[in-house]
């Protein structure tokens, strides 16, 4: 698991800096506006068919179903894979020329049919995993950034609301280039003719059988994902910039979890699978341990990074060109609430795969309409009550995933590390309260350095003690009682039944 995490995790690590040069060219050359805003809106709307059946949607569901027809011969497993890519394009391409037609001329109508080729990135992105490639589907992303890149500087010059809609465009071109990468490595791993795999079957008795369980993991999905593009309009309704903030923010605080939290859950997917489908319970067991314990130990310091240090941060990453030093201190307070959840929400990416694997689909989507429900019932009390700003809605979300997580670990039928997950959380908040103590009034400032390398001094400055802090924490949680037991290193005291 450890390999292809790291293949992964190589990949990711480059694609994840192209995204970051990505957000950086948004950021210098349109700012904070409104109308950058009713953008990150469109795209979050545009992107709910790409998260519904590409990243975390389909995907979740063909690789265990790919795994059980793979023991029963290659060729019938890549007829299957065959199959689902037909079946999707059939579903796909009536839905979107409809909403076309629907959009015309709107910022999002110029998205749309990149959603078609991310459905299909992803697919065969969970094609290759099973077949051992990590590197290649996790570094594709970084033919995306590069021509979101190139349009944001050559459309900067242009009126606004006429160089997003540029932009728009860029991303369905980037979404195509990003699928085609995938294809020659794709078909070299068929064990059928490239003449059969041409053969139009959609919707054969294999892709039927995947449909029940996986619409629930479809109705899951789509519940949250349709929950995070209100967040967005609850967060306009807060603020008319809020929804910049808060996609400025959020995009920094998905950075760890790209890098570490999906790289484990890509990897460790159809390992689960394969374990559980050859019932071998006792390597399930250790993979999902092993994976949470990785995951926990590589996210807790992103989270005292953000939480601690967010507002220079933010000034290092996004100060510059037209994003103003207001806007900085507002993404950073939103970055802040947003890193509540970090932790959580990187452990829910590992908890999901588990019960997929066990072919429990019930469990993951309840554990979302949970979540979701809370979320919305507190975005509504936080901005129309208490008329609160864009912040409220990091909050809410970090206070959901939470729940969330609290729900799937309860109901995870294996060992589950939760002292050293209170260790852990309790260290960064130990840490967090003397960071404060220590600088009262970083959250509330107005005036940010202009020259780069002072930006970068103070962030190093209000870094350095609980940096060190948690450096000290991090060698005495070496020191906790580690044992064998059935094949799984676990804490003695950490294990659940």
Same mark, same amino acid.
């Given at each position: 698991?450890?390999?292809?995490?790291?293949?992964?995790?190589?990949?990711?690590?480059?694609?994840?800096?192209?995204?970051?040069?990505?957000?950086?060219?948004?950021?210098? #050359?349109?700012?904070?506006? =409104?109308?950058?805003?009713?953008? %990150?809106? +469109?795209?979050?709307?545009?992107?709910?068919?790409?998260?519904?059946?590409?990243?975390?949607?389909?995907?979740?569901?063909?690789?265990?179903?790919?795994?059980?027809?793979?023991?029963?011969?290659?060729?019938?497993?890549?007829?299957?894979?065959?199959?689902?890519?037909?079946?999707?394009?059939?579903?796909?391409?009536?839905?979107?020329?409809?909403?076309?037609?629907?959009?015309?001329?709107?910022?999002? $109508?110029?998205?749309?049919?990149?959603?078609?080729?991310?459905?299909?990135?992803?697919?065969?992105? &969970?094609? !290759?995993?099973?077949?051992?490639?990590?590197?290649?589907?996790?570094?594709?992303?970084?033919?995306?950034?590069?021509?979101?890149?190139?349009? #944001?500087?050559?459309?900067?010059?242009?009126?606004? $609301?006429?160089?997003?809609?540029?932009?728009?465009?860029?991303?369905?071109?980037?979404?195509?280039?990003?699928?085609?990468?995938?294809?020659?490595?794709?078909?070299?791993?068929?064990?059928?003719?490239?003449?059969?795999?041409?053969?139009?079957?959609?919707?054969?008795?294999?892709?039927?059988?995947?449909?029940?369980?996986?619409?629930?993991?479809?109705?899951?999905?789509? =519940?949250?994902?349709?929950?995070?593009?209100?967040?967005?309009?609850?967060?306009?309704?807060?603020?008319?910039?809020?929804?910049?903030?808060?996609?400025?923010?959020?995009?920094?605080?998905?950075?760890?979890?790209?890098?570490?939290?999906?790289?484990?859950?890509? &990897?460790?997917?159809?390992? @689960?699978?394969?374990?559980?489908?050859?019932?071998?319970? =006792?390597?399930?067991?250790?993979?999902?341990?092993?994976?949470?314990?990785?995951?926990?130990?590589?996210?807790?310091?992103?989270?005292?990074?953000?939480?601690?240090?967010?507002?220079?941060?933010?000034?290092?990453?996004?100060?510059?060109?037209?994003?103003?030093?207001?806007?900085?201190?507002?993404?950073?307070?939103?970055?802040?609430?947003?890193?509540?959840?970090?932790?959580?929400?990187?452990?829910?990416? @590992? !908890?999901?795969?588990?019960?997929?694997? &066990?072919?429990?689909?019930?469990?993951?989507?309840? =554990?979302?309409?949970?979540?979701?429900?809370?979320?919305?019932?507190?975005?509504?009390?936080?901005?129309?009550?208490?008329?609160?700003?864009?912040? &409220?809605?990091?909050?809410?979300?970090?206070?959901?995933?939470?729940?969330?997580?609290?729900?799937?670990?309860?109901?995870?039928?294996?060992?589950?590390?939760?002292?050293?997950?209170?260790?852990?959380?309790?260290?960064?908040? %130990?840490? $967090?309260?003397?960071?404060?103590?220590?600088?009262?009034?970083?959250?509330?400032?107005?005036?940010?350095?202009?020259? %780069?390398?002072?930006?970068? +001094?103070?962030?190093?400055?209000?870094?350095?003690?609980?940096?060190?802090?948690?450096?000290?924490?991090?060698?005495?949680?070496?020191?906790?009682?580690?044992?064998?037991?059935?094949?799984?290193?676990?804490?003695?005291?950490?294990?659940?039944?």
């Amino acid at each position: 698991m450890i390999r292809q995490a790291m293949h992964f995790f190589l990949g990711t690590l480059i694609s994840r800096l192209g995204g970051l040069l990505r957000e950086l060219s948004m950021s210098a #050359c349109f700012g904070a506006s =409104a109308l950058v805003g009713d953008f %990150f809106i +469109s795209y979050r709307w545009s992107n709910i068919f790409r998260r519904l059946l590409g990243e975390g949607g389909v995907s979740n569901g063909f690789i265990p179903a790919y795994e059980r027809y793979r023991q029963e011969g290659g060729a019938k497993a890549d007829l299957f894979f065959r199959d689902l890519f037909w079946s999707l394009l059939v579903l796909l391409v009536p839905i979107i020329l409809l909403i076309e037609c629907i959009f015309m001329g709107s910022v999002a $109508s110029y998205m749309l049919f990149g959603v078609i080729f991310i459905v299909m990135y992803a697919l065969f992105m &969970a094609y !290759l995993q099973c077949h051992g490639y990590y590197f290649l589907p996790s570094v594709a992303p970084t033919i995306f950034n590069l021509i979101w890149v190139g349009g #944001c500087f050559v459309l900067c010059s242009y009126e606004q $609301s006429y160089a997003l809609k540029g932009i728009a465009l860029c991303i369905s071109i980037a979404f195509l280039f990003q699928w085609i990468v995938l294809i020659p490595k794709t078909a070299k791993c068929l064990q059928i003719s490239l003449k059969e795999f041409l053969k139009i079957h959609p919707f054969s008795l294999e892709v039927k059988e995947l449909l029940k369980p996986l619409s629930l993991t479809l109705i899951g999905i789509a =519940a949250t994902q349709l929950n995070g593009a209100i967040d967005l309009i609850f967060a306009k309704w807060a603020d008319p910039k809020g929804a910049a903030f808060l996609s400025y923010a959020i995009k920094l605080e998905q950075v760890p979890m790209g890098l570490f939290g999906v790289a484990v859950s890509q &990897a460790i997917a159809p390992l @689960l699978a394969r374990a559980y489908q050859s019932k071998d319970l =006792a390597q399930y067991h250790f993979l999902t341990e092993k994976s949470l314990r990785l995951t926990l130990k590589l996210l807790a310091p992103f989270t005292l990074l953000f939480f601690v240090a967010a507002p220079p941060f933010v000034s290092v990453i996004y100060g510059r060109g037209a994003f103003l030093d207001q806007d900085v201190t507002l993404t950073a307070q939103a970055l802040a609430f947003y890193t509540i959840g970090l932790i959580p929400s990187g452990l829910i990416l @590992l !908890l999901a795969p588990s019960f997929y694997a &066990a072919l429990d689909f019930k469990t993951p989507m309840k =554990a979302t309409f949970l979540a979701v429900g809370i979320n919305t019932a507190l975005n509504a009390i936080l901005v129309f009550v208490l008329n609160a700003g864009a912040w &409220a809605i990091a909050l809410t979300t970090s206070i959901s995933f939470w729940i969330q997580w609290g729900y799937l670990a309860a109901r995870l039928k294996a060992p589950y590390p939760v002292q050293s997950l209170m260790k852990h959380v309790s260290l960064v908040l %130990f840490i $967090s309260t003397i960071s404060f103590y220590l600088f009262p009034n970083l959250y509330w400032l107005t005036t940010y350095p202009k020259p %780069f390398f002072d930006k970068l +001094s103070l962030l190093i400055q209000v870094l350095t003690v609980p940096f060190f802090l948690y450096s000290l924490g991090a060698l005495w949680f070496k020191d906790s009682p580690i044992v064998e037991k059935g094949g799984n290193i676990v804490d003695e005291k950490n294990i659940k039944g």
